[in-house]
């Protein structure tokens, strides 16, 4: 599955479903993935949204594979006639689809009623793609690497709900991923409330001017500011510098910070009423 030399700087995220279109349902996949993607150091180059299209679907992987390393895919992966990510990526990658034996042994063993489930032309895989079992449904994720116009390209599909995807990319996928990255990156958050973002810049301002190692960068919406603290691993035994910067905010902030980490205040406050 390995592909010496090959690796992965950039991304970018194809999220697939014509719900996601009609406002129907929000892709909150791009979003999580953007965030996995940054610990492991890959840029996620550009969002897209495309919906269940062969033809849109094919413009968008192509357009994605032109200037990413890998392309993340979500959704379009179930039995079902407009499910068509799978079918559309291996004819990209001239790839026929093929049976994962070890997936359906697993599939079968879960899901025994054979008048309700019926594994036997379903689910496909892109052929010597690297599979990962679903633990909450029936669609596995794959990572296929392959040359492209002369280039490694990466395609990575993954089940759109993100029940099942979050999960999967968690404990199966990750760490997969971090084999073809040169550098990692930890990313730690501060979260503030009852302070504006002048005021709270102009607390750590000497901080915001005098960045080498560990960077420091402040964003606000509505109800909070956030400091985002980060720093580039290049050496597996690079030590973390980030855990000095988060207390040197708390110490500055004191009871402004309600959260280092990466819930938001409604999130902190919905677990404190549980």
């Given at each position: 599955m390995s592909r010496p030399g090959f690796l992965i700087r950039t991304a970018e995220i194809v999220s697939v479903g014509t719900e996601l279109l009609l406002g129907q349902t929000v892709d909150t996949n791009a979003a999580f993935l953007s965030r996995e993607l940054a610990e492991l150091g890959i840029s996620t180059y550009r969002h897209t949204v495309v919906g269940d299209n062969p033809e849109r679907l094919e413009k968008a992987i192509r357009e994605a594979l032109e200037d990413n390393d890998l392309v993340i895919m979500t959704g379009g992966l179930g039995p079902t006639d407009d499910d068509l990510t799978a079918e559309i990526a291996a004819s990209i990658m001239d790839a026929p689809l093929v049976k994962d034996a070890a997936i359906d042994q697993e599939?079968?063993?879960?899901?025994?009623?054979?008048e309700r489930y019926d594994f036997s032309r379903y689910p496909l895989l892109p052929q010597d793609a690297r599979a990962f079992?679903?633990?909450?449904?029936?669609?596995?994720?794959?990572?296929?690497?392959?040359s492209w116009n002369g280039r490694q390209k990466a395609i990575l599909l993954l089940p759109g709900p993100p029940a099942e995807m979050e999960p999967m990319f968690l404990n199966r996928v990750k760490e997969s991923l971090a084999v073809y990255c040169p550098d990692r990156f930890i990313h730690r958050y501060v979260r503030?409330?009852?302070?504006?973002?002048?005021?709270?810049?102009?607390?750590?301002?000497?901080?915001?001017k005098d960045q080498t190692r560990v960077t420091l960068a402040p964003y606000a919406s509505a109800s909070e500011v956030v400091f985002r603290i980060s720093q580039k691993l290049s050496d597996p035994h690079e030590d973390d510098l980030t855990e000095a910067m988060v207390q040197e905010l708390i110490?500055?902030?004191g009871d402004h910070v309600f959260e280092v980490g990466a819930r938001s205040l409604e999130g902190v406050l919905a677990d404190l009423l549980r």
């Open positions: 599939l079968n063993r879960r899901y025994p009623d054979r079992p679903n633990d909450n449904g029936t669609a596995p994720g794959s990572l296929s690497i392959f503030l409330y009852g302070i504006g973002e002048s005021r709270a810049e102009s607390l750590v301002s000497d901080l915001l110490g500055r902030f």
